[in-house]
């Protein structure tokens, strides 16, 4: 699998007139965990969070906040579809990241991240602050309110 780039702000062209609005003024409270939080404590955030968005996804990170990944409910079937109820209780959500993670700026344009994203399949990218640090994640569905297709 390969890995997704990591794009900064110099990354953007020089001129993205994309779109005004940015991805911070659509980025949700972030649901951001531990490398090493369990796998079955993952699940039950991720259950939690699908009650309030179908698109539901958590950002694993290192110790300094770094992300590793992101991880979704599907993340976590695909991990536990081989496996007994016991061999995944020493799991953990670094354990289940099968993705790479796109990672954004928080000024990156919202139209911007949208091309990124259906040009790399992802399902989300990962907003960062200046130092690397997570801020929380953008999905399509809020890029989609973020251009104007929903409320």
């Not at 965990?33 to 699940?43: G, I, N, R, Y």
């Not at 599907?74 to 536990?80: G, K, P």
């Not at 354990?95 to 911007?112: E, H, I």
Request: hydrophobic share 45%; with cysteine; net charge negative.
């Amino acid at each position: 699998m390969s890995q997704l780039p990591h794009v900064s702000g110099s990354d953007r062209p020089p001129h993205d007139t994309l779109s005004d609005t940015r991805v911070g003024a659509v980025l949700r409270p972030p649901m951001i965990v531990t490398h090493d939080l369990p796998l079955s404590e993952v699940a039950s955030v991720l259950n939690d969070l699908a009650n309030e968005a179908t698109d539901a996804c958590v950002v694993v990170v290192d110790e300094a906040r770094r992300p590793v990944g992101l991880l979704t409910a599907l993340c976590v079937m695909r991990l536990s579809q081989h496996r007994t109820r016991e061999s995944l209780a020493g799991l953990c959500a670094e354990d289940g990241v099968v993705r790479p993670c796109a990672q954004v700026p928080l000024d990156a344009s919202v139209k911007w991240v949208a091309h990124m994203l259906t040009a790399s399949g992802a399902p989300a990218a990962v907003v960062v602050d200046p130092y690397g640090k997570a801020l929380g994640a953008v999905t399509a569905r809020d890029l989609l309110r973020g251009l104007g297709y929903v409320d």
